[in-house]
């Protein structure tokens, strides 16, 4: 099962481990990680579950798809070139190891 390190902005790190093809959002909200609000529940229509990949990682975690792409316009915090919809990022075990970092708002 993979392991993803959530950075928050506070400095603190939260480890999380779930089943691959699990939701990097669901493993989020399933596990308590502050910061991910997650409104829509996963439908890519709120765009509260928003995560920066790290950098040096964001190419094996993929670009977003066309609905995904389109939704990263309207976050509360900053799009960056390695913004993701958690909703959207199904964890597997390529993506063992992968650090996101939580924005400052979500909302």
Do not use: W
Not at 17 to 37: E, K, R
Not at 76 to 91: K, W
């Amino acid at each position: 099962m993979p392991t993803v390190i959530f950075q928050l902005p506070d400095g603190t790190e939260r480890k999380v481990t779930a089943a691959s093809g699990t939701a990097l959002m669901q493993a989020a909200v399933s596990n308590g990680v502050p910061g991910i609000v997650a409104e829509c529940g996963g439908n890519a229509s709120c765009a509260t579950c928003h995560v920066y990949v790290d950098a040096a990682q964001s190419e094996s975690a993929g670009p977003p798809n066309d609905v995904e792409d389109e939704m990263l316009d309207f976050t509360a915090s900053e799009r960056r070139p390695t913004s993701r919809l958690s909703c959207q990022l199904q964890l597997s075990d390529a993506l063992d190891g992968l650090v996101v970092h939580v924005p400052e708002e979500q909302v």
